[in-house]
């Protein structure tokens, strides 16, 4: 079993969704967390990755077809964070993977080995998740569908005990509606050999937003006192505000671990013995961890917006709500040239870049190409990018639609009101789908049709029909932002055919 994971007397950072990344991980313990959770990760998702080393950012990372980054973790904090964070300088820095529990959503004990067993060496354990109440989690026997699985729970964790023998497993559970269903299951759990338990004090009905009871957290105490294990004490977030606060939920528990998900996706500091920090410190923190570690600007921007919380309707709450881009969120953070010297350090390229090279270097930081690492097809054929394709009966061409691009906002995209109200504003609508439609009516044309479809390597495809040719994009992730433009209620998705001529022959020119 791991030595360097104690589950006694520890603060964790519970599994959280979307929360618990890379970035916020590194911020809990930096802010002195014990061990940190990752968000849930399903079985059946994390076998469809490859395990790539990557030397740019000096993480792990589990990429899943589609060029997505499932699952990302570093070896340590490196000197780049000590020159931000000067306070990292009195701490031992110790390597995530060290202290880092990668938890799993699972149904089946076979599965469950298999993803274990692909991410062991980079995690310092496994945790199986049975608490969670999310209807797919219980339509695919999973989550709080396992409390009332008391055989399967026991295949499961017996299965990864055997198999894991040099790695510490634990699970997650909630409370069963009465005491006797409760210990009855916390001891198959405790038989099982498992490291530790993990109890979240609500009931699989209940929602985070109402508090754990004293009768809940008499139950929990009454756990603790019954297994030999340790049990790490989930649910007390509404009562903990900071570091302060743990003590009493720990007496009131009989526990020596604490787990803590909403106060610390609001304020990471919440594990400082120092007292909580500064909303926008905080938020300047998490970035630069961020920044260092590739996160996507999808989950950056979640995150903050979860961290500011209460303060979104402030002037710099605001300022990062408004901010569309990678830099624009570390300009709101006074930080931008901390991220524009990064990416150029990684990159190693000059300063000559403009901040739009830099963004689209930055993403690239944070995922894949879907095809990277696959062998071509023809022996000897090298990508040939930005130019045209064939497949099939379709034309691919490798373009790149970012709306910021453009001077007119997204919700602004040509559909059959605008087209009705004010055709000459359409006209002068630079959008590319809005001149594709003007080129049609300039010469006659039937309008363009718009499908929309998953892609086989994960992502969706954008199919354009225009005059008997289709044409899609080489990239399924950039086709997001032209999935927003098909979504609205253009003349080829809702119209019928006979409002299309009507309003062709409207627009067609007067001779």
């Not at 990557?54 to 964070?81: H, M, W």
Request: glycine residues 6%.
């Amino acid at each position: 079993m791991s030595k360097s994971l104690k589950y006694s007397n520890s603060l964790v950072l519970a599994p959280m969704v979307r929360i618990g990344t890379l970035p916020s991980r590194l911020l809990a313990l930096h802010y002195g967390a014990d061990i940190v959770y990752s968000e849930e990760l399903i079985d059946h998702k994390i076998l469809t990755c490859r395990r790539i080393e990557n030397e740019k950012l000096g993480t792990v990372d589990f990429v899943a077809p589609g060029g997505r980054v499932i699952f990302r973790t570093c070896s340590q904090v490196s000197l780049y964070i000590f020159s931000m964070i000067p306070s990292l300088k009195f701490r031992v820095l110790t390597q995530e993977k060290d202290r880092v529990v990668f938890q799993m959503g699972t149904s089946d004990p076979v599965r469950a080995l298999q993803a274990a067993q692909l991410v062991e060496r980079d995690v310092a354990g496994i945790d199986i998740n049975m608490g969670c109440p999310k209807p797919f989690s219980i339509k695919g026997g999973m989550g709080a569908a396992l409390l009332r699985n008391p055989d399967n729970v026991r295949n499961i964790l017996t299965t990864l005990v055997k198999g894991l023998p040099h790695k510490p497993i634990t699970c997650k559970i909630r409370l069963l509606p009465t005491e006797e269903e409760t210990l009855s299951l916390v001891k198959v759990i405790e038989s099982t050999g498992v490291a530790a338990l993990g109890v979240h004090g609500r009931l699989q009905g209940q929602r985070p937003r109402e508090p754990v009871t004293s009768a809940q957290a008499a139950l929990i105490k009454k756990i603790s006192a019954t297994v030999s294990i340790p049990v790490i004490a989930n649910g007390g977030s509404l009562d903990i505000k900071s570091y302060a606060d743990v003590l009493p939920f720990k007496e009131t528990t009989g526990c020596t671990s604490v787990m803590i998900a909403r106060a610390a996706q609001w304020n990471m500091s919440v594990f400082s013995p120092n007292g909580l920090r500064p909303t926008k410190e905080v938020v300047r923190e998490y970035l630069r961890f961020a920044i260092k570690y590739g996160n996507s600007i999808e989950n950056i921007k979640f995150c903050l917006m979860t961290t500011l919380h209460k303060e979104q309707e402030t002037e710099f709450g605001q300022r990062v709500k408004k901010a569309k881009s990678m830099f624009e969120i570390c300009a709101a953070c006074d930080i931008e040239e901390e991220f524009k010297t990064h990416v150029r350090s990684v990159a190693k390229i000059s300063d000559q870049k403009t901040v739009l090279e830099l963004e689209e270097l930055y993403r690239s930081l944070t995922r894949y190409d879907p095809l990277e690492g696959a062998e071509s097809d023809v022996e000897g054929e090298d990508e040939q990018p930005n130019k045209k394709q064939k497949t099939s009966d379709e034309v691919v061409m490798d373009v790149f639609f970012v709306s910021r691009d453009y001077k007119l906002p997204v919700s602004h995209v040509f559909n059959v009101k605008s087209y009705l109200c004010n055709p000459c504003w359409v006209l002068q609508s630079k959008y590319p789908k809005n001149l594709i439609n003007n080129y049609c009516v300039r010469n006659k044309l039937s309008l363009p049709e718009y499908t929309t479809r998953k892609a086989p390597n994960g992502g969706f495809l954008s199919v354009l029909s225009l005059e008997k040719t289709k044409y899609t994009f080489t990239k399924p992730h950039v086709t997001r932002f032209f999935e927003t433009l098909t979504k609205s209620n253009t003349l080829s998705v809702r119209s019928t055919k006979r409002k299309q001529n009507k309003l062709l022959h409207s627009l067609a020119p007067k001779h």
